[in-house]
C-alpha cells in the first residue's frame, strides 16, 4: 500500500510536468492548427539556460528561471514570425516538417553548447530533499511541481477568461474568419500562443529535469517530453482542460508501469512505451480524445 | 510526345526504364557514372565504404519517399521498419547459436533473408497501417512516432532474436553459392576489398528500386498518391480509394525500409537496438526534404547529403580540430546543416535540391532562347518577353518555344 501512494505521490507529480508539456502543444494547437513537433526541444532549449544560469553565471533559481522563459519565448515568437508567418496555407505537411527542422536545429545546437561537461540539472530544492509522512516520501520538488502546475492552470484559465487577448485567442480558435472580421488581430494571437507556450515549456522542462532525479543536465529531455503527444491525443487535441487530465493520467500510467514493472514479466524498459500504447488504444476507440472537438475525420 | 532529341530504337526502352531522355541529363548520367567507377576503382576503401552505406540510405530514403513524398503521409517510423528488417534477415541468415546465451540464427541464404526482410517489415506495415492511416491528417505521424518506441522496447526485449540491450554481431553476409559479397574476393582474377565486394549486389539493386519507383510514380497507383497528397476530397471524387492508396504506399514503404535496414545491418555486421532511433528517422525525413519529395534522385541526393557527409567528415578527418579537446563533431554539424537546410528549403524551394536544379535548368533555358530568339522567329521572343513578367506561364513558354525550334 505504502508502495502505491508512493507512485500515485509520482506519478501525479510527474504527470503535472506532463499536463505543462501538453498546455503547450494544446495552446499552440487550438490557435493555429500547428503541431509543433519541437515542443520538446523548447523544453530542453529553457531547461539549458536555466542550468547555465544557475551553475555558471551563478544566478538564483528564479532569475534564471525567467532567463529561461524569455529565451524560449524569444524563439518561439520569433520562429512564429519568421518562419511559419510565411507558412500560412501551406498543407500542413510543411508546416510540421518545418516544426521538426526547428527541433533538429535546437537539439543539436544545445548538444553542441553542452558539449562533454554538463551543467547540474536546476531545481528550486535539493534533489533528495523530502517530507516524509508514514513511509511514503513527498519530494519537495515534485510538491512543488504540483503547486506551480495547479498555479499555471489558473492563471492561464483568468486570462483565456478575464482578459481581452484570452478573449481573442478563444474567438480565433472557434472561428479565424469571424475573429478577423471582428478586428481581432490574428498575427498578435499566434504570437500570444507561441510566447505562453514557450514560456510553460521552460517551466515544464525545469520541473522534468527536477523530478527525474537526474544530477546533470541531460540532453534526452526533449525526447522524454514526447510522451506528452499521449497526452494530447488522451485529453483531446483541441482542449485545454484535457491537456491537463491527459498529462496527469499518462503521468500516472508512467510512473506505475514503472514501478510494478519490478515484478518482470512485461520486460525491461515497459514503462517507456505503456504511454504509447495507451494513446494507441485511444485513436482506436475515440480518437478525439476525452475533451477534444469530435471533428476528427477517418476515411 | 513532341520531346526534342534523337530518337533511336532504344528510346522506348530508355522511356520505359525512367532513364534520362534529354541530352543534357544523360549527359549527367554519364558523369555520375564515371564519378562512381573512379570512386569504386580508385577512390579507396573508405570512400567505397561510404558510397555503400549512402547506397542502402537511398533505398531507404525511396522508401519514405513513397509514403511521404507521393502520397503525402507524414511518418516517423521509418527507423522501426527498418529494425524489423534487420532483426528478421539476422534471424533468418545469421549463424545458428553456438553457446546457450547465443541469439537464434537459421543459417538460411541471402535470396531467402534479403526479399524477407522486407516481407515481414511489409506485412507488420499492413497490420499497422488500418488503425494508423484511418486518422486524416498528421495522426500517422504520432502513430510512427510511438512506433519507434514500441520497437526500441521490443529489440531490446526480444533477446533470442534481437541480442537484447548489446545487440547482436553475427549478421549475415549476402552470399550467393561459395561467393560472399561480405569479404575480400577476387573477381576475373582481381582483388577486391569487402566493401568492394559489398558494391557489387548493392548498386543493381539500387537501381532497381529506383526504376521501379519512378515508374510505379507514374503508373496507376502512383498518380492515385499524389492525387491523394494533393487533395484527398478530390481525389475521392475521382474515384480513387484513399484507404487503398494509403495502405498501398505504406506497405511498399514498409518493404523498402526493411530491406534497407537488412542490408545496413548486414553491412556494418552489428545492430543495436539504438540503432533503431528517433533520429534515424528524422535523418530520412530530412534526407527527402533536402533532397526532393517525391522525386527518386532527390531520395538519392539526399540520402548522400545527411548520410555520406557526416561520415566522409570524420574517416577523413577534414574538420579543423581544435587546439581544446571540445570539438564538433561531424555528426553535430551536419545535424545543424540539415536543421537549417529543411528550414531553408520548406521556405523557399519546397521541391528540394532537385527543385534548385530544375530550376537552374529552365533559368538555363530561358537565356538560350533569348539568345535563339534574337536570330530566328519573333514569336518566341514575344513569349519569352511575357513570361518574364508572368513566370506561371513557363508551361506555355516552353511549348511555344518547342514549336518555334521545330522546324530547325
Known sequence: ????????????????????????????????????????????????????????????????????????????????????????????????????????????????????????????????????????????????????????????????????????????????????????????????????????????????????????????????????????????????????????????VYVLTQGYEASGFLGVNFHTISPYLVMILVLLIRPYGLFGTRKVERI | MSAPGPVGSSAPVAALLGLPRSSRSRALALVGAILLALIFLFGGDGWVSILDFTMVAAIAALGLNVLSGYAGQISLGIAFFMGIGAYTAAWLGGSPPQLPGDPAGLGLSFVIWLPASGIVAAFIGALIGPTALRLKGFYLGIVTLALVFIGQYLFINLRVITGGQQGRFNFPAPTIGDFSFASPNPIFGVQLTTNQCFFLPLLPLLALVAVFIANIARSRPGRAWQAVRDNETAAAIMGINLFEAKIGAFVLSSFLAGTAGALDASLSGIATPGTWSLLLSIQFIAAILIGGVASVWGSILGAAFVFAIPTALNTFSLLPQNASSTGISSGDLSAIFYGLLIIVFLLFEPAGIIGLARRIRTANQRIETRRKGGETTTATTTAVASSEREPQLDVERMDLTRRADAPQ
Open chain 1, 1 to 252: 500500500m505504502t508502495l502505491f501512494i508512493q507512485l500515485m505521490f509520482s506519478g501525479l507529480a510527474l504527470g503535472s510536468d506532463y499536463a505543462l508539456i501538453a498546455l503547450g502543444f494544446t495552446i499552440i494547437f487550438k490557435a493555429s492548427e500547428v503541431i509543433n513537433f519541437a515542443q520538446g526541444e523548447f523544453l530542453l532549449v529553457g531547461t539549458f539556460v536555466v542550468s547555465t544560469a544557475m551553475f555558471s553565471w551563478r544566478l538564483g533559481f528564479f532569475p534564471a528561471v525567467l532567463l529561461g522563459m524569455g529565451v524560449t519565448v524569444l524563439i518561439g515568437v520569433i520562429f512564429e514570425r519568421v518562419v511559419l508567418r510565411r507558412m500560412i496555407g501551406r498543407p500542413p505537411f510543411t508546416i510540421i516538417m518545418v516544426t521538426i527542422g526547428l527541433d533538429v536545429l535546437l537539439l543539436t545546437a544545445v548538444t553542441i553548447l553542452v558539449g562533454s561537461n554538463s551543467p547540474g540539472a536546476p531545481a528550486p530544492f535539493d534533489i533528495v530533499s523530502a517530507i516524509t509522512v508514514g513511509g511514503v516520501k513527498f519530494g519537495l520538488n515534485a510538491l512543488a511541481s504540483i503547486v506551480i502546475t495547479i498555479l499555471i492552470c489558473v492563471a492561464l484559465y483568468a486570462f483565456l477568461r478575464y482578459t481581452r487577448y484570452g478573449l481573442a485567442m478563444r474567438a480565433t480558435a472557434i472561428d479565424q474568419e469571424a475573429a478577423r472580421a471582428m478586428g481581432i488581430r490574428i498575427s498578435t494571437v499566434y504570437a500570444l500562443a507561441w510566447g505562453i507556450s514557450g514560456a510553460i515549456a521552460t517551466i515544464g522542462g525545469v520541473f522534468l529535469a527536477a523530478g527525474a532525479g537526474n544530477p546533470v543536465f541531460d540532453v534526452g529531455l526533449g525526447q522524454g517530453a514526447l510522451v506528452a503527444f499521449p497526452a494530447i491525443i488522451l485529453g483531446g487535441l483541441d482542449s485545454i482542460p484535457g491537456a491537463v487530465v491527459g498529462g496527469v493520467v499518462i503521468g500516472l
